[in-house]
């Protein structure tokens, strides 16, 4: 009788042992939150070590990660932690143990602190994200990378701290590679989105623009002889539209409609199928291109993009991690343009030679955000986030402009 009693013991003690165990096991090898059909990047290592490490070092891999010190680059140190809206009115970035935090003080109350838990950005600025339950807002001041400054958040009003400003799966369709929502019954003025941690893929990674990839992996870790590509799309072989498509899902601008989620769309696929709207030659009204730019309709509206072969990788290469400069980006340009082909520009006379080390600053100038409104006394007015416009044209101010700036810099000449 007693025997048997320690053998139930016994089972009773194990069987949760034994869980344990296979959820340590488990835990070993996580199952995507996408499905069984992706393998996370982690995988490709082993077979792609080249293009995998490059690949740390690009603002897709580095556009969304956790908070932590390492990760936040926005000063923590007294005098530099600061962001004061008025003489009463200041938020402080402040490190309690690992964790840091964003704390408002009215008349010098502590009045409201959220903890940073999401980073995006990587460039010009970083936003964070903070959790509550299973709500996303976004934290009110950024941190400005081409000024070292913390500031207000872009879009806010300048007059006012907000911590409401809710945060949807929409911004990391662009931002990352998954997020699960929780569907949940709001009401008619609730515009929140119940997301799910656990379902977080960060970053932007390889499956994102290269679609699922076990079976690729599977099939090559099976077949190591076998030097074609099986089982993954080939950029290269896709139409140019659907090669542009790869890069508008996401650059196209965040302002029309999805009427499916872009976190299905796989290499190959067409963008209208997913997004309310053409894209193509569509004219852009060149005032409201902003820091979420809209790359993919200005360029498809140049004469470069509707007579000629331009895509967005005759610029861009995501694998290749040398700095471009302007004038290696007008190599670009000249490849099609040239004396010979009778297409060069009207003003290669008036230039001489300093034109062939800068077509972009007459033809793609640059575009100061207007949305980022910055209200702290001392710091610049002017909003640091700038955009290439990517409709290639004449604009006739901005050539007066270079026109007289060549002529004072003789070191550009040179170049
Ligand atoms: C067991 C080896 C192996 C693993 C693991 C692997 N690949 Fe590959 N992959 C290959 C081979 C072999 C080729 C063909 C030769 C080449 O292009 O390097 C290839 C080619 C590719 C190509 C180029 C296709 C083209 O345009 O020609 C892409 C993209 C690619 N792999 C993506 C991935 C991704 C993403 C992962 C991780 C999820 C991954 N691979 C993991 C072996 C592997
Ligand atoms: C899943 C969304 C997504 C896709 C797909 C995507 N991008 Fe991006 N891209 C982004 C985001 C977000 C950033 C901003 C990253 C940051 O700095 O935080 C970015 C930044 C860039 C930059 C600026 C990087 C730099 O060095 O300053 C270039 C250029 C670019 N993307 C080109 C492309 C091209 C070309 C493609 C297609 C092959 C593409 N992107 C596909 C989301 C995407
Ligand atoms: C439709 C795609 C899309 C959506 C949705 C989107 N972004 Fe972006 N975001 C981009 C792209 C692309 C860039 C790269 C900048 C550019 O295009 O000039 C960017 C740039 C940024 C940057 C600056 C990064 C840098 O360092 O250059 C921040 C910060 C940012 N986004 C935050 C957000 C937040 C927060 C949301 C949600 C409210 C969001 N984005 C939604 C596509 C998107
Ligand atoms: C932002 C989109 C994007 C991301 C993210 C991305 N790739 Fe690519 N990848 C491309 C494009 C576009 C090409 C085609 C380039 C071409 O044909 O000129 C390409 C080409 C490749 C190739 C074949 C050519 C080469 O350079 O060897 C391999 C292999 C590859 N990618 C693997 C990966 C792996 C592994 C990752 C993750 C570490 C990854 N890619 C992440 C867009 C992306
Ligand atoms: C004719 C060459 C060219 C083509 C084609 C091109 N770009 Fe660019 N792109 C540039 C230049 C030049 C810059 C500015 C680089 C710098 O200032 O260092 C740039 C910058 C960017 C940036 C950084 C944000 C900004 O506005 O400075 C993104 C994002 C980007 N390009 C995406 C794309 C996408 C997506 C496509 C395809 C739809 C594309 N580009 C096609 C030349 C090109
Ligand atoms: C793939 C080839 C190709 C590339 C690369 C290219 N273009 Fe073009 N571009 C064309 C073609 C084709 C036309 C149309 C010419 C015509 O109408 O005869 C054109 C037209 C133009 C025009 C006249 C635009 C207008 O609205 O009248 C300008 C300016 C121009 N390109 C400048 C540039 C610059 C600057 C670059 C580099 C940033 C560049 N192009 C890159 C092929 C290209
Ligand atoms: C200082 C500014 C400036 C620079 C630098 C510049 N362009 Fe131009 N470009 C212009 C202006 C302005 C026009 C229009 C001239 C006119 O119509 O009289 C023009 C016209 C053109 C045209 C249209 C020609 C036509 O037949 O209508 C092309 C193509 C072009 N440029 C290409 C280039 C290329 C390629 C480079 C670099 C090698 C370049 N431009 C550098 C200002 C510039």
């Known amino acids: 009788m007693k025997k048997r009693i320690y053998l139930h ?3 009773a003690f194990l069987l949760p042992l034994l869980f344990i165990f296979s959820q340590c096991l488990y835990k070993d090898k996580p199952a995507d939150p996408r499905g069984s059909n992706y393998a996370g990047s982690a995988s490709c290592i082993k077979c792609h070590r080249d293009v995998y490490e490059n690949y740390l070092h690009d603002p897709h891999y580095k556009t969304s990660r956790l908070a932590s010190s390492n990760t ?4 923590f140190n007294p ?3 600061t962001v004061a809206f008025n003489d009463s009115v200041k938020v402080m970035m402040e490190k309690h143990h690992n964790d840091l935090y964003q704390a408002l003080y009215i008349n010098s109350v502590l009045t409201k602190k959220e903890r940073f838990d999401i980073v995006f950005g990587s460039n010009r600025g970083e936003t964070y994200l903070y959790w509550k339950d299973k ?6 001041i950024t941190y400005f990378l081409s000024i070292h400054q913390w500031a207000n958040s872009p879009g806010y009003n ?9 945060m949807g799966r929409h911004c990391f369709e662009c931002h990352s590679s998954y997020i699960q929502d929780i569907p949940h019954t709001a009401s008619f003025m609730d515009n929140t989105e119940w997301l799910d941690k656990n379902s977080m893929v960060l970053s932007i990674d390889c499956e994102r623009c290269h679609g699922p990839a076990s ?7 099976q077949n190591p002889d076998d030097k074609n590509p ?12 659907q090669r542009i498509d790869v890069c508008a899902q996401c650059h196209s601008g965040n302002k029309s409609v999805l009427t499916r989620s872009i976190f299905g769309f796989k290499p190959g696929d067409t963008l209208a199928n997913f997004k309310e709207g053409e894209y193509f030659h569509k004219k852009t009204d060149l005032a409201s291109i902003d820091v979420h730019g809209n790359q993919a309709e200005l360029l498809t509206s140049s004469q470069c993009f509707i007579k000629g072969k331009i895509e967005c990788g005759t610029c861009h290469n995501i694998h290749n991690d040398k700095v471009e400069t302007i004038s290696m980006y007008s190599l670009h340009c000249t490849s099609c ?7 060069f520009c009207k003003m290669a006379s008036q230039l001489g030679p300093a034109i062939n080390s800068n077509c972009i600053d007459c033809h793609m100038p640059v575009k100061t955000s207007n949305v980022i409104v910055i209200n702290e006394k001392g710091l610049p007015t002017n909003p640091p986030f700038m955009a290439r416009i990517h409709r290639i044209a004449i604009y006739p101010s901005e050539s007066k402009k270079i026109m007289a700036w060549l002529k004072t810099s003789p070191v550009s000449a040179k170049n």
């Open 230 to 241: 099986m089982y993954i799309s080939t950029i290269g072989s896709l139409s140019r539209a």
């Open 72 to 75: 936040v680059h926005g000063s």
């Open 337 to 343: 343009h040239s004396e010979a082909k009778h297409n």
């Open 79 to 81: 005098g530099l932690n």
């Open 135 to 140: 709500e996303l807002y976004e934290l009110p």
């Open 158 to 166: 300048g007059n006012f701290v907000d911590f409401n400003r809710v």
């Open 215 to 221: 079976e690729h992996v599977n099939y090559h870790t």
């Open 9 to 11: 013991f016994g089972i």
